[in-house]
């Protein structure tokens, strides 16, 4: 097919909801390592690296040598089988987890399906119903996924019953009108109150990205999950924390995100690293809370030898480079490098994330904070052109998301910030009307 045809076909055959970044869709061809090539031939440098899925690098190729190898000894059994692959998987895993505590996985396709395993697990588990999830939070496509999440924009139909969203700690946006740390972290004490106010008092469990993804790479300070632990488990509630952007090392020096904060949850899930872009869905938990789970269940395609292979070769290639550290010093200097750019661009309000997740929030103006929407777009389509990939999320559609493959270097970052620069340039600062920013 043409590139106008594959366009034409997304068009016609296709869910609209299916959405692109840009004014017209990027069709891509071909990838490998940091780079993508479109259907024109043109190369990209990718920094959003298939929305924070791509942690080895496109198309890795001592993991795609292990994937061709099981491909042709066992492609497919689903979970009613024993397989070596999903128990080599399993196995590694539970090596990895804080304190060794979380050892029993159940594999499924995505982030989302594995979302859903761990509320089910929290409210076999725990005998209550009630769940927790935090404001401007990102958990998923499904009913309950979307019930989870707090954005209104993601949330489409009828939700799920039993879902109450207390308040992130969004610190550059305190929704307290407070600052950090005279708050006294208000936005974790008021835990409590919501729980009693709007529960039964009684939880089933606590749903959280340690980083929340599409929320804009929101960084909570340090004691804002600690506080919210012990306020949980008074409760009656587990903690989930949602790994699937933050997960395998990506925020630099520890495996996993919640990792930062000190807590030992009793449920992880994860997704999109883990696989490198072959559908994974992991819920690992305590035995104790994973043995809670009686019944019939099953996953036709969790845990597929193919997949699982794929996923292991991933986690022992960033265990073997040492990736989690590279993502702490090659992230540390990608930060230095942004806050570079905030010297220099007034439209840049705020630099925030850890490791190789970083964000820039755009602005219309530093006092007043109003949201650069539309000059967001024009950064995207800037970049675009100056043949670089970046993300986009927030509330307000004014964040620029960064997740590179976890194996990039200082050269990657300095060709990246170039190239950024100059796209950052194409935004006007001040107010720019949506109709403005379609045109440019």
């Known amino acids: 097919m043409t590139k106008d045809e594959i ?3 997304n068009e016609k055959f296709l869910f609209p909801a299916v959405f692109h970044y840009f004014r017209e869709p990027l069709v891509v061809a071909r990838a490998k390592d940091q780079y993508v090539w479109d259907a024109d031939g043109r190369q990209y440098l990718d920094f959003f690296g298939g929305i924070v899925t791509v942690s080895v690098g496109h198309c890795n190729e001592e993991v795609n040598a292990k994937v061709h190898r099981q491909l ?35 594999f499924t396709n995505s982030g989302t399906e594995a979302n859903e395993t761990a509320i089910l697990t929290a409210r076999c588990y725990t005998g209550n119903t009630e769940i927790v999830a935090l404001r401007h939070s990102y958990h998923g496509r499904s009913a309950m996924g979307m019930t989870l999440t707090g954005q209104g924009s993601w949330r489409l139909g ?22 950090y740390p005279s708050c006294g972290v208000k936005c974790a004490q008021d835990m409590e109150e919501l729980i009693r106010t ?8 606590f749903i959280a990205e340690p980083i929340q ?6 960084v909570p300070p340090k004691e804002y999950f600690p506080i919210v632990e012990e306020i949980v488990r008074h409760h009656g509630g587990v903690f989930i924390s949602d790994e699937v952007q933050t997960g395998w090392g990506r925020t630099g020096g520890k495996w996993f995100g919640i990792e930062h904060w000190g807590v030992t949850p009793d449920i992880m899930t994860g997704a999109k690293g883990l696989g490198n872009g072959s559908p994974i869905g ?17 996953s036709t395609f969790g845990g597929n030898p193919v997949t699982a292979t794929q996923a292991k070769a991933v986690v022992d290639f960033i265990e073997e480079r040492h990736l989690p550290e590279n993502c702490a010093e090659t992230g540390a200097y990608l930060r230095g490098r942004l806050e570079e750019l905030k010297d220099k661009h007034e439209i840049i309000g705020d630099v925030r994330g850890m490791g190789l997740l970083q964000a820039l929030e755009l602005v219309e103006d530093r006092q007043t904070k109003a949201p650069a929407a539309a000059q967001t777009a024009m950064v995207m389509e800037a970049a675009r052109e100056n043949g670089l990939l970046i993300g986009k999320g927030g509330m307000y559609g004014n964040v620029v998301r960064l997740s590179p493959p976890m194996n990039i270097g200082r050269g990657d970052v300095d060709q990246f910030v170039e190239l950024l620069d100059r796209s950052l340039a194409a935004a006007p600062v001040g107010p720019v009307t949506a109709a403005a920013g379609r045109s440019r």
């Open 198 to 205: 709007t529960t039964s008092g009684r939880i089933a469990g």
């Open 7 to 9: 366009i034409l076909a």
């Open 213 to 218: 993804g599409v929320g804009g790479f929101i």
């Open 282 to 298: 992991l819920t690992v938990a305590r035995p104790e809370v994973a043995d809670s789970v009686k019944g019939l269940t099953i």
């Open 158 to 179: 009828p939700t799920e019953s039993g879902i109450v969203h207390a308040h992130n700690a969004y610190c550059y946006r305190c929704p307290f009108g407070l600052t």
């Open 72 to 106: 042709d000894t066992l492609q497919h059994v689903s979970t009613v089988f024993a397989n070596e692959p999903q128990a080599a998987l399993a196995e590694k895993i539970a090596s990895l987890t804080p304190g060794g505590k979380l050892t029993k996985s159940f």
